[in-house]
């Protein structure tokens, strides 16, 4: 089974990124975010086509919008962070009916935050905490959990095209890692962490002074996965080949392949 995280940072722009990326590498579940369209917009058609027979879809005009494509039957979805009051649609939790059991994921398209000090940097603050909450709950239900998404947040040094200029920087703050590493305590591991990876991964890179090209990215997209899923993981990666593509999404997807 392989499972993926992308942002496609407009799913009306990147839909045919989507269906070839798809097309060559027919993962079995594809959690997008950054959709920027609303419910019924969403092109369900054309990706049941693509042999995603069960899509759940929580989305949002302009902004926004997360979304989980798969083979398996999915059910049981609660939208954004039970108890926390938000108007932005940027989580969706499901169960996925798999061959080897129940997988409950949670798909997330993090606050971004802007900068420390700011009104949406205390807004990313607050949504943090009641993501940990959430999840808390979630994991207590379930421990066989996978959480995905854009976190916005390059939690080491190692994940940063410039750890020493960029220091305290949206998504290099302390407190952001912090964050971060309070997910990992509630018993969630990087999965791409378990791997050796090549030096310098990253899955974001800014459409401006050639960021791609000079590889001035972060790696700020991931999947955590539970100790219960930790044994699962046989692979972790990023493919970077999208991001070469004409207006491509700024952010490249990454996949897990679980036993």
Not at 11 to 20: I, K, M
Not at 35 to 60: I, M, N, S, W
Not at 140 to 154: E, Q, S, T, Y
């Amino acid at each position: 089974m392989k499972l993926t995280t992308w942002n496609v940072n407009s799913l009306a722009a990147r839909l045919q990124h989507v269906l070839d990326w798809t097309a060559a590498n027919p993962v079995d579940v594809l959690c997008l975010q950054e959709l920027k369209l609303t419910d019924d917009k969403f092109p369900l058609d054309a990706l049941r086509a693509a042999g995603y027979e069960h899509c759940a879809v929580f989305g949002q005009k302009t902004y926004n919008g997360v979304a989980v494509l798969s083979r398996f039957p999915v059910r049981d979805a609660v939208k954004n962070i039970v108890g926390f009051e938000d108007e932005s649609s940027r989580l969706l939790s499901v169960t996925l009916d798999t061959p080897a059991g129940d997988l409950r994921l949670v798909n997330g398209y993090f606050v971004n935050g802007q900068a420390p000090g700011s009104e949406k940097f205390s807004y990313k603050m607050a949504w943090l905490r009641g993501l940990r909450e959430h999840l808390r709950e979630e994991l207590a239900r379930h421990p066989r959990l996978v959480l995905v998404g854009d976190f916005n947040i390059a939690p080491e040094d190692r994940d940063s095209y410039d750890p020493v200029g960029l220091k305290e920087t949206i998504h290099h703050t302390t407190e952001e890692r912090d964050h971060f590493r309070q997910l990992l305590e509630l018993g969630l591991v990087d999965s791409f962490r378990l791997f050796e990876q090549p030096e310098k991964s990253f899955s974001w890179w800014d459409y401006r002074m050639l960021g791609y090209q000079k590889n001035r990215g972060l790696r700020i997209d991931h999947i955590l996965v539970t100790e219960a899923v930790k044994p699962l993981v046989k692979a972790c990666s990023i493919d970077r080949a999208p991001r070469k593509w004409k207006q491509p999404s700024d952010h490249a997807p990454v996949t897990i392949e679980l036993a």
